[in-house]
C-alpha cells in the first residue's frame, strides 16, 4: 500500500464543498425558477374569489365568527403558495394585498362594519402572508443565504 499523501485529504475536501456549493447554486436558481409574480397573483385571486363564496355563504348560515374572519387569508395564502411558489418578501405582499382586498369587499357589502372588526383585518393580512411562503428545505435556505452572500452570479 503506497503511503498516503498529506494533501489527499485537502483535495477531497476541495472537491466536497465546491460540489456542496454548486448543489446549493442549483438549488437556488431552482427556487428562483419557480417562483413567479404572476402565478402567485393568480393563486391569491382564485383563493379571494373562493374565500368570498366561502365568506357569502358562512355568513348566511351565521356560524362563528372567528372561523368567517380567518377563512379569507387562509385560502389566499394556500393558493398563492401551491400556485405561486413564493418565498420572497416582495412577492408576499401581493397576498397580503388580496387579503385586504378581501376584507374591504366584506366590510363595504356583505356584513355591516363594526370598529371591532378592525382587530381582525391585521391579523388576517399576516395569517395570507404566513401561509403563502412556501416552507424551504435546509439545502434551499444554505442556498438562500449563500445567495444573499453573494456567491452566486
Not at 500500500?1 to 442549483?26: F, V
Not at 418578501?89 to 355591516?112: K, N
Not at 378592525?118 to 403563502?132: C, R, S, T, Y
Amino acid at each position: 500500500m503506497p503511503p498516503r499523501l498529506e494533501r489527499a485529504g485537502k483535495i477531497d475536501s476541495a472537491n466536497r464543498a465546491r460540489a456542496k456549493l454548486e448543489m446549493m447554486e442549483n438549488a437556488y436558481h431552482a427556487l428562483k425558477q419557480r417562483q413567479s409574480p404572476y402565478k402567485t397573483l393568480l393563486g391569491s385571486l382564485l383563493g379571494a374569489v373562493l374565500a368570498l363564496i366561502g365568506f357569502v355563504m358562512i355568513a348566511a348560515a351565521d356560524t362563528g365568527m372567528v372561523f368567517l374572519y380567518l377563512l379569507p387569508p387562509t385560502l389566499i395564502g394556500l393558493g398563492a403558495r401551491i400556485v405561486g411558489q413564493c418565498f420572497e418578501w416582495p412577492l408576499l405582499l401581493i397576498p397580503g394585498a388580496s387579503a385586504a382586498f378581501v376584507y374591504l369587499t366584506v366590510f363595504g357589502y356583505v356584513l355591516p362594519f363594526q370598529s371591532a372588526d378592525l382587530i381582525v383585518v391585521p391579523l388576517g393580512i399576516a395569517l395570507a402572508v404566513f401561509l403563502a411562503r412556501k416552507p424551504l428545505s435546509d439545502l434551499e435556505k444554505n442556498a438562500l443565504w449563500q445567495a444573499r452572500l453573494g456567491k452566486f452570479d
